[in-house]
């Protein structure tokens, strides 16, 4: 239990319900449960992907987003766990003025065994994000921060790990 007051985390978002996305696809995605963030991705071509092997494979889904919003690709986990496959630039941005096909490239990571996506397949979740474009400000020197210039690893693996990390 946090030592602060919950209402402390609590803060509006005035983020919309929903927000209309003009489509053309042979599948429209879906998504699979109320509250899901991704709506499901399907593979309109077949591809076998070998060990090691990737490849890019059509969704047949070309949207128009809004101006301010995104369009985000991201790799189904279940994919990953059972099978290892990744998407290899994930997440994929689709910005809102791209009208192309979304296309997924994928990455068979198996040492041994062969990965085959049919049509129909789900390969990939689209998350659509409202954006907010940044007003890049020069500076000489930035302002210091907690954290200040550490990196990767830099927060230790666990809580016990940190700890030992402060007090050396």
């Known amino acids: 239990m946090p030592s602060y007051p919950v209402s402390v985390l609590h803060y509006p978002r005035h983020v919309a319900e929903s927000v209309e996305v003009l489509i053309v696809a ?28 990737r490849a890019t494979i059509g969704t047949g889904v070309s949207i128009a987003l809004p101006d301010g919003y ?19 630039n994930s997440p994929g941005t689709v910005d809102a003025g791209y009208r192309g096909e979304i296309r997924v490239t994928m990455l068979n990571t198996d040492r041994s065994v062969p990965y085959s996506v049919a049509v129909g397949d789900r390969i990939a979740q689209l998350v659509i994000m409202p954006v907010v474009r940044a007003r890049f400000v020069e500076v000489e020197v930035l302002p210091g921060s907690h954290r200040g210039a550490l990196g990767f690893g830099s927060t230790g693996y666990t809580r016990q790990r940190n700890s030992e990390q402060e007090h050396r």
Not at 32 to 39: F, I, L, S, T
Not at 41 to 53: K, Y
Not at 72 to 82: D, E, I, N, Q, Y
């Open 26 to 53: 042979e599948t429209i995605p879906e998504y699979a449960h109320p509250g899901d963030a991704g709506a499901d991705l399907h593979a309109a071509e077949a591809v076998v992907l070998e060990p090691g092997e």
């Open 70 to 88: 995104v369009g985000f690709v991201t790799p189904r986990s279940g994919l990953a766990s059972k099978h290892g496959i990744a998407i290899v």
